[in-house]
């Protein structure tokens, strides 16, 4: 039978002790300093005990300690080394020196808040973001463990700004046009290299094609991820029927794996212009074990580092779209992805159309990048006005 009784401590202090037993039969006993904490708390620890889920204080693990079961389910899983990686840095760089020794069972809403809000201060906007997704996997994990009943992360969000949604780093449709005329000039279908120095012939030219303006074509195109392309094989490209089957990638250590998110696999259709190069370029396209698209010279897949300094940044400076005074380009490689975008909007996709061919996990992730690109209410009103007038003949 679980009770409550004032109980007076060898220091004098008074306290209200909660005696119970929980699921297993074993007696628990928690003191408050006020009468009515000790029964807000008997009454949550009965129906807990009552649901088989009650952990006490005592018997509690840390959110660090839940955060390394977390990491193994992980790995056990078969995410892929670069998620786990990402993960195990979440740990241990901003959950465990803020809360990690937090018990569980102690753990609230408002002290998850007050986490939230201690990322804020230290770590970007889109880190606190990323982080505090972690947080939630930790504790899906002690759920899923019968570690703890509630979800206190549940309602704690870290919304991104507008700012950091790289609205700005949308090409314009004339630096679309320049990256597509200067391509072919500044990497013709195969560059003329010269090989190892061979006695009696000198140093013999090679012919190595040159993936980059291909890359780039379908890139803006169809809005692939970089990882994506990379991992993109010749299996999965169907020029008859126009369209490229999203299957694979390639993370950052060159391994091909599965899309990271089921959204990921999906069909994207074709420009004529893709189909073109695409096919010119598949009968100068370097035979691989693993057929990709984009091979580097060794037939592996290419590093985002190489995709960048050999074919994007080139590009940029071809263009005039490098900056000199800061070393770097007006765009990254990740703008294609969102000129593709645009370019799907302007052409009167719908929102959940867009959110396919893109490979977003959610409408609202999709709405949240290029929300302020589709047609406003304004445009909407004035399309409702053309529908009457057609209907009518006259507004009314």
């Known amino acids: 039978m679980a009770t409550i009784r004032r109980r007076t401590l060898p220091s004098g202090k008074i306290v209200w002790q909660c005696d119970y037993r929980d699921q297993n039969g074993a007696r628990r006993s928690k003191q408050f300093e006020r009468k009515r904490e000790a029964d807000a708390f008997l009454v949550r620890a009965r129906s807990e005990v009552a649901q088989g889920i009650h952990t006490a204080d005592s018997a509690s693990s840390t959110v660090a300690e839940v955060g390394e ?43 998850v808040e007050a986490f939230k809000d201690q990322l804020l201060e230290s770590r970007s906007r889109d880190m606190a973001r990323r982080v505090l997704t972690s947080l939630k996997g930790i504790i899906k994990e002690a759920r899923r463990r019968g570690l703890l009943a509630q979800n206190p992360a549940e309602g704690v969000t870290v919304d991104l700004r507008r700012s950091e949604e790289e609205e700005g780093e949308i090409p314009s449709k004339d630096h679309i046009r320049a990256m597509l005329a200067k391509a072919p000039e500044i990497w013709p279908l195969k560059k003329i290299t010269r090989g190892r120095w061979v006695k009696g012939e000198g140093r013999p030219e090679r012919h190595l094609p040159q993936p980059w303006r291909p890359l780039i074509v379908t ?79 060794l037939g592996q897949a290419l590093t985002h580092t190489n995709l960048s300094r050999q074919g994007f940044y080139p590009l940029l400076k071809a263009c005039g779209l490098w900056s000199k005074a800061d070393d770097a380009g007006v765009y990254t490689f990740h703008s294609l992805r969102h000129a593709a975008a645009s370019l799907f909007i302007e052409q009167g996709w719908s929102p959940k159309k867009v959110q396919t061919v893109m490979g977003h996990s959610s409408i609202q992730v999709t709405f949240d990048i290029y929300g302020h690109l589709f047609p406003s209410q304004e445009d909407d009103r004035e399309a409702m006005a053309q529908l009457q007038a057609r209907l009518l003949g006259a507004p009314a």
């Not at 993960?87 to 002290?111: C, D, F, N, V």
């Not at 396209?285 to 057929?291: G, S, V, Y």
Request: net charge positive; glycine share 6%.
């Open 69 to 111: 079961l977390w990491i193994k389910r992980c790995e056990d899983d078969g995410l892929e080394a670069s998620t786990v990686k990402m993960y195990r840095e979440h740990l241990r760089l901003h959950i465990s020196p803020l809360i990690g020794a937090q018990k569980l069972s102690r753990l609230t809403m408002p002290g």
């Open 219 to 297: 890139a803006i195109f169809t809005g692939m991820r970089a990882s994506e392309l990379r991992g993109l094989p010749w299996a999965n490209v169907d020029l008859s029927a126009g369209v490229i089957r999203v299957r694979q990638r390639a993370d950052r250590w060159q391994q091909i794996g599965p899309p990271k998110s089921r959204a990921g696999r999906r069909d994207i259709p074709l420009a004529p212009i893709v189909v073109n190069t695409l096919r010119e370029w598949k009968m100068a396209c370097p035979a691989t074990a693993l057929d990709l698209v984009f091979p580097n010279e």
